[in-house]
C-alpha cells in the first residue's frame, strides 16, 4: 500500500512537471508570435509615415568628386528613387567586446523618405532559450528593445544617446539604398579628399554626421563616425566604424553583402558585428 500511495505521488509529481513545462513553453510561443507581430506593426508605421513621393534631389555637379564616382558606379544616379527596403542576414554578435561570438538572425526594414529603419535580431544562448532584440529610428527617435526568450526584458531603452545612435546606424546603412544619398532634404555632403567624404543626415530635428572611405573601384569600403556606447549605464561618445564588402548588384544597385561593425577603444579596433547579406528586395512593404 506505501508502495502504491510513493508511486501515485511520483506521478503525480512528474505530471505537474511535464504540464508546467507544457504550459511554459506554449507561453513562450506566444510570446514570441507577439514579439514578431510587434516588429511588423513598426515596420508598417515606419511605411506608413513616407512621404507621397520622391523628393528634390543632389545635383551631381555639387557632390564631392568621390560621392560623384560612387553614386554613378552604384548605379543610384540611373535609377528611381528607392523609397523601401527589406533584407535578410546572418553573421555572428557579441554583446561585450570580451564574448564569445554568437550565429544571429535578422531582418531589417527600411524607408527612405524620411529615413528610418526597423531592425530584428535573433541569439541562440542555449537549446530553447534566445535573446532577441528590436532596433529602431523612427522620424529620428531610436529604441532598443532586448527580451530574453521574447518574454523578458532586459533593456528598452530610448532617449537622446539612443537617437543618436539608431541615426548614425542608418546612416550607414543607407550604403544598400544608395539612391536615399541622393536626397537634398536629408543629406548632404562635405568634401575631404579624393578618396573620402563627410556625410550628414538629418530626420525629425535631429542631426548626424559620418565620414565614408571609398575604395579603388569608387564604392564605399567603409564609414567612421562617434556613437554612444553604454558604459556601465552612462552613454559614452566613443570611436565607431563599418566595413562594407562583397558588392553585388540588386535590381540595377551595387550594394554590400558582407559589413562588419567595430568600437575603437585604446587606439584598437574591436568589432562586435560580422554581418553576411542574403536577401536584399527594394520597394516591397510588407514584412517577411
Same mark, same amino acid.
Do not use: C
Given at each position: 500500500? /506505501?508502495?502504491?500511495?510513493?508511486?501515485?505521488?511520483?506521478? @503525480?509529481?512528474?505530471?505537474?512537471?511535464? $504540464?508546467?513545462?507544457?504550459?511554459?513553453?506554449?507561453?513562450? %510561443?506566444?510570446?514570441?508570435? #507577439?514579439?514578431?507581430?510587434?516588429? =511588423?506593426?513598426?515596420?508598417?508605421? $515606419?511605411?506608413?509615415?513616407? %512621404?507621397?513621393?520622391?523628393?528634390?534631389?543632389?545635383?551631381?555637379?555639387? $557632390?564631392?568628386?568621390?560621392? #560623384?564616382?560612387?553614386?554613378?558606379?552604384?548605379?543610384?544616379?540611373? /535609377?528611381?528613387?528607392?523609397? &523601401?527596403?527589406?533584407?535578410?542576414?546572418?553573421?555572428?554578435?557579441?554583446?561585450?567586446?570580451?564574448?564569445?561570438? *554568437?550565429?544571429?538572425?535578422? +531582418? !531589417?526594414?527600411? *524607408?527612405?523618405?524620411?529615413?528610418?529603419?526597423?531592425?530584428?535580431?535573433?541569439?541562440?544562448?542555449?537549446?530553447?532559450?534566445?535573446? +532577441?532584440?528590436?532596433?529602431?529610428?523612427?522620424?529620428?527617435?531610436?529604441?532598443?528593445?532586448?527580451?530574453?526568450? *521574447?518574454?523578458?526584458?532586459?533593456?528598452?531603452? /530610448?532617449?537622446?544617446?539612443?537617437?543618436?545612435?539608431?541615426?548614425?546606424?542608418?546612416?550607414?546603412?543607407? =550604403?544598400?539604398?544608395? %539612391?536615399?544619398?541622393?536626397?537634398?532634404?536629408?543629406? &548632404?555632403?562635405?568634401?575631404?579628399?579624393?578618396? &573620402?567624404?563627410?556625410? %550628414?543626415?538629418?530626420?525629425?530635428?535631429?542631426?548626424?554626421?559620418?565620414?565614408?572611405?571609398?575604395?579603388?573601384?569608387? $564604392?564605399?569600403?567603409?564609414? @567612421?563616425?562617434?556613437?554612444?556606447?553604454?558604459?556601465?549605464?552612462?552613454?559614452?561618445?566613443?570611436?565607431?566604424?563599418?566595413?562594407?564588402?562583397?558588392? /553585388?548588384?540588386?535590381?540595377?544597385?551595387?550594394?554590400?553583402?558582407? &559589413?562588419?561593425?567595430?568600437?575603437?577603444?585604446?587606439?584598437? @579596433?574591436?568589432?562586435?558585428?560580422?554581418?553576411?547579406?542574403? !536577401?536584399?528586395?527594394?520597394?516591397?512593404?510588407?514584412?517577411?
Amino acid at each position: 500500500m /506505501r508502495r502504491s500511495r510513493r508511486a501515485s505521488v511520483l506521478w @503525480t509529481s512528474i505530471w505537474i512537471v511535464v $504540464l508546467a513545462i507544457g504550459a511554459m513553453g506554449l507561453f513562450v %510561443t506566444v510570446q514570441s508570435a #507577439r514579439f514578431q507581430r510587434r516588429v =511588423a506593426h513598426d515596420a508598417r508605421a $515606419l511605411w506608413a509615415a513616407q %512621404t507621397a513621393g520622391p523628393g528634390e534631389r543632389l545635383p551631381l555637379d555639387a $557632390l564631392p568628386s568621390p560621392v #560623384r564616382r560612387y553614386l554613378e558606379r552604384s548605379g543610384a544616379t540611373r /535609377r528611381a528613387p528607392v523609397r &523601401s527596403v527589406r533584407l535578410r542576414h546572418g553573421g555572428t554578435f557579441r554583446p561585450t567586446l570580451d564574448g564569445p561570438w *554568437s550565429a544571429i538572425r535578422a +531582418e !531589417q526594414y527600411f *524607408s527612405a523618405d524620411p529615413p528610418g529603419f526597423v531592425w530584428w535580431g535573433r541569439i541562440r544562448i542555449a537549446p530553447g532559450l534566445w535573446v +532577441e532584440a528590436r532596433d529602431r529610428s523612427l522620424a529620428g527617435e531610436g529604441n532598443m528593445l532586448i527580451k530574453v526568450a *521574447s518574454t523578458w526584458a532586459i533593456g528598452d531603452a /530610448r532617449g537622446p544617446e539612443l537617437d543618436q545612435g539608431a541615426l548614425l546606424r542608418l546612416l550607414a546603412e543607407m =550604403a544598400w539604398f544608395p %539612391t536615399a544619398f541622393l536626397d537634398a532634404h536629408h543629406v &548632404s555632403w562635405t568634401p575631404i579628399d579624393d578618396a &573620402s567624404a563627410r556625410a %550628414t543626415l538629418r530626420v525629425g530635428g535631429r542631426e548626424v554626421s559620418a565620414v565614408f572611405q571609398f575604395g579603388p573601384e569608387g $564604392l564605399p569600403s567603409g564609414v @567612421t563616425g562617434e556613437r554612444y556606447r553604454d558604459v556601465g549605464g552612462k552613454g559614452v561618445l566613443t570611436p565607431w566604424s563599418g566595413e562594407f564588402r562583397d558588392y /553585388r548588384e540588386v535590381d540595377g544597385l551595387l550594394v554590400p553583402f558582407q &559589413s562588419d561593425v567595430s568600437w575603437k577603444l585604446n587606439g584598437k @579596433t574591436q568589432p562586435y558585428a560580422r554581418w553576411v547579406f542574403e !536577401q536584399v528586395e527594394y520597394d516591397r512593404p510588407e514584412p517577411y
